[in-house]
């Protein structure tokens, strides 16, 4: 199953990546976490006689949503594009005519959206860490190191992939319903950006590892639910019966 | 003779529609068989049922042994399928050869196999000069034979192609219809052809079924179909001379002809059993000093036929 799913893979994403928008989506995620990142950490330190720990928390929770939240846009948008792309480009049909099971079918196209965004995702958090971490060294070396601690390091390597999950399941299930890869694009990030918010909000109140520890078992779980659901939507009659 | 393609009561139900109605139907190994049906006829869903694209409602297809509810993974891998406007469904964003590579690889083809065999699809059809091209570039006639590279990638056992020459100019069908059928000779692979073309079901089927309204109405040899619904045909004569007039008067005094007309300048007359009639009619005219330059039948429109076929169950 992941042999065939990642020869897919393979293939979607090259194709995936001769969009533009999807090419740039990488360089607005790093320019827009990276600026941000600096500019905070410079406004916070001029502000003048800040107190380390206060500091260090809400710049980590600051960042912390940034650099999670923001590399999303690439699975959504990937998703958007080989799963409705291709209904819109009528490549479907063929791809659904090979001895490919469902289960290949959609554990290649997640494979797709989630692999690229995690790169993203975790070469733009080490550019993020440093940038940070650099204006704080030539600010206020007395701070030596602000983010991330070891929590939020964690955090920001684990959660990516469970929202990367929750963000293409539900990518799945739109797409069924959109015509165009705009138009699930637009559904997409209306939809699954704030419900990610809010569930990150949890995590935001800095309640430690436990509530990490549940907090992430619980979208562990609402990821299989939707994984279950995109399974038995992107399946191949009711995608033709609907693409007509 | 071994059934490639079974077909017991098939039906299947759109939100509204009965799109295919209780068709059954055998196909035999290696045959060519023509699908024969208008526009909505319910062609285009049978294939896809077949293709385990859509489950059917109601009844079973059955493909050399394999269920296509029980077993569709088998079924997927020993068929083709051409898609109904096959032309659009190649990826732009890939070369055509890799476009055939990565289906290539999804049917599994053993990978020391695959280039040859895409080199050898691509030179018979003639795509080889434009092989690293996207689709995107080519026109409707090279999509298309690309769709049919695509079908054949695995050397199927059994081939569904749905319209293969429908958006193609008359040269481009022609040369669509030669590689079937040549491809067809080895008589190994089972050809399942749709289409709405009376004309390519003479030209390349070995035996058709017409369907109307979701409805298997007929199923035979595509002469005897012919023969059985289509007996009154129309001729047209055009003679060297103007003598219209006297050429009318000889064919209608040797009593063959229904009916006898001119029309501009040619004589056109309907008459049944023409492969016995039409040469003792071109005697006659012969014999009367008549200079014939061309006879030819006037094939009526399809839809004719249909109508005959329709009415006459
Ligand atoms: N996905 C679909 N949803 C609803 N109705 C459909 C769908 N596909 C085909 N139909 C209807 O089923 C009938 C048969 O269509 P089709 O099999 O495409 O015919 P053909 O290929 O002979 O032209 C038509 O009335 C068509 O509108
Ligand atoms: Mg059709």
Redesign the pocket.
């Known amino acids: 199953m992941w042999k065939k799913a990642w020869f897919m893979a393979q293939t979607e994403m090259r194709m995936v990546f001769k969009s533009r928008q999807v090419r740039m989506i990488p360089i607005i995620v790093v320019i827009m976490s990276v600026a941000f990142g600096g500019i905070m950490t410079w406004l916070m330190l001029s502000s003048g006689g800040i107190d380390a720990a206060l500091f260090s928390v809400t710049l980590g929770s600051i960042m912390g949503a940034v650099v999670i939240m923001l590399p999303l846009m690439l699975p959504i948008l990937i998703a958007a594009d080989s799963i409705v792309g291709e209904k819109e480009r009528h490549t479907l049909v063929p791809l659904l005519a090979t001895p490919l099971t469902d289960g290949e079918l959609l554990l290649g196209k997640f494979l797709t959206a989630m692999i690229p965004g995690l790169l993203v995702a975790y070469g733009n958090l080490a550019l993020a860490v440093l940038v940070v971490n650099g204006v704080v060294f030539f600010m206020a070396p007395q701070f030596l190191w602000v983010w991330p601690d070891l929590l939020s390091l964690v955090q920001a390597i684990i959660l990516p992939i469970l929202f990367a999950i929750l963000a293409v399941g539900l990518m799945v299930i739109i797409s069924g319903r959109a015509n165009t890869v705009y138009e699930a694009y637009q559904t997409g990030g209306i939809l699954i950006l704030p419900a990610m918010v809010f569930a990150y909000s949890g995590f935001l109140l800095g309640l430690g590892w436990l509530i990490f520890v549940i907090g992430s078992i619980i979208i562990l779980f609402v990821d299989f639910i939707l994984f279950r659901i995109a399974l038995r939507l992107f399946n191949r009659d009711p995608l ?2 609907r693409t ?1 | 003779m071994t059934t490639s393609i079974e077909m017991v009561d098939l039906t299947k139900e ?2 509204k ?1 009965r ?1 295919v109605d209780n068709v059954s139907l055998d196909v035999r190994r290696g045959e060519v068989f023509g699908f024969l ?1 208008p ?8 294939v896809k049922v077949a293709a385990t694209l859509l489950v059917p409602s109601k009844g079973s297809i059955v493909i050399e042994g394999y269920d296509v509810l029980e077993q569709p993974v088998e079924v997927r891998s020993i068929i083709g399928l051409l898609p ?1 406007d096959g032309a659009s469904t190649h990826y732009d964003r890939l070369s055509a050869y890799k476009n055939l590579e990565y289906f290539g690889r999804l049917y599994d083809v053993p990978e020391e196999t695959l280039e040859n065999r895409i080199d050898e699809l691509l030179e018979f059809l003639e795509l080889s000069d434009r092989k690293d091209d996207s689709p995107a570039t080519y026109s409707t006639g090279l999509k298309q034979k690309l769709s049919i590279a695509r079908s054949m990638i695995h050397n199927p056992q059994v081939v569904f192609l749905d319209e293969p020459t429908s958006s193609l100019d008359p040269i481009m069908s022609k040369r669509v219809r030669e590689f079937i059928d040549t491809q067809a000779e080895g008589g190994t692979q089972t050809f399942f052809l ?1 289409t709405h073309l009376l004309s390519e079901v003479e030209a390349l089927c070995d035996r058709v079924g017409f369907i109307s309204k ?1 409805k298997l109405v007929e199923v035979g040899r595509p002469k005897e179909l012919r023969r059985k619904f289509w007996t009154l045909r129309t001729y047209e004569i055009q003679l060297t001379d103007s003598n219209l007039q006297k050429s009318g008067e000889i064919i209608t005094s040797t009593g063959l002809a229904k009916s006898v007309k001119i029309e501009g300048s040619r004589i056109v007359f309907e008459l049944e059993n023409a492969e016995t009639k039409n040469p003792q009619i071109v005697r006659a005219l012969v014999e009367s000093g008549m200079n014939i330059i061309e006879l030819r039948e006037r094939v009526p429109d399809l839809d004719a036929v249909y109508q005959k076929v329709i009415g006459g169950n």
């Open positions: 033709i019966t007509g | 759109f939100a529609i799109a049906g526009n909505a006829a319910g062609k285009s869903t049978t109904e749709c979701g």
